[in-house]
């Protein structure tokens, strides 16, 4: 009874060819997030929307894009992988409201021939 | 540079002790901190958290300590069990509180708990 689902969990894909990630969600939560782990570091924050409010963090690259067609989705576009990009990336949701934790899935590892 | 800080990559601890984890931040902004326990090819999972306005919060056998004038918080898991052995992620955000704010996290703490 996963609560936020990503898919796939392994992707392969190929230099400079564009790539997506998705996430879905059951617990009907106002805010969904893209975080991106590298090996033996912390999540990093890609970007959230609130609702249909995108908020793009400063040093994400533009090659990251985000898609969020109604509540229960959101997808992470790659326009030009690049090796640097090979990494686990995160989907998270949490409600619209102050101090409530963040709900992760089991990730997407990416990556990059 | 890293505002949160678990300096410790890793901790052994014998079944039935406890274990303490341990996170620094810098930010003195920071009002909400939680802890995620991660398995292997899982995501994070929420353990525990704490506001600012409190200094300790428990939940069966976790207890999270804040002490904001040292910007220190600590995980003790009492007593530690076998399924515990985990990667441990502290993390904080500032402003909002974890649901809008920015959650920055710590690089973890990997923690094995020896039958």
């Known amino acids: 009874d996963a609560m936020v689902i990503q898919n796939p969990r392994y992707q392969v894909t190929q230099f400079g060819k564009p790539v997506t990630l998705s996430c879905s969600q059951t617990?009907?939560?106002?805010?969904m997030y893209w975080y991106q782990q590298k090996s033996s570091q912390a999540p990093k924050l890609l970007f959230h929307?609130?609702?249909?409010?995108?908020?793009n963090e400063a040093d994400t690259p533009d090659n990251f894009q985000s898609r969020r067609p109604n509540t229960s989705f959101c997808f992470l576009d790659i326009r030009s992988p690049g090796l640097g990009d090979a990494a686990m990336y995160l989907c998270?949701?949490?409600?619209?409201?102050?101090?409530?934790?963040?709900?992760f899935g089991d990730g997407t590892r990416l990556s990059i021939l | 540079d890293q505002q949160v800080k678990q300096n410790s990559p890793s901790l052994s601890v014998q079944e039935g002790r406890i274990s303490i984890l341990n996170c620094d931040y810098t930010n003195s902004m920071f009002d909400y901190f939680l802890w995620y326990k991660k398995y292997p090819a899982e995501g994070p999972t929420f353990l525990i958290s704490?506001?600012?306005?409190?200094d300790k919060n428990e939940d069966g056998r976790f207890t999270v300590f804040l002490n904001k004038s040292a910007k220190h918080l600590s995980l003790h898991i009492v007593p530690s069990q076998p399924g515990d052995s985990a990667v441990y992620f502290c993390a904080a955000s500032a402003g909002y509180g974890g649901s809008q704010g920015n959650l920055i996290f710590g690089k973890g703490t990997k923690l094995s708990v020896k039958p």
């Open positions: 929307y609130y609702d249909k409010d995108f908020n």
């Open positions: 704490i506001s600012s306005i409190k």
């Open positions: 617990l009907n939560h106002n805010v």
């Open positions: 998270a949701t949490s409600r619209g409201q102050s101090n409530q934790p963040q709900h």
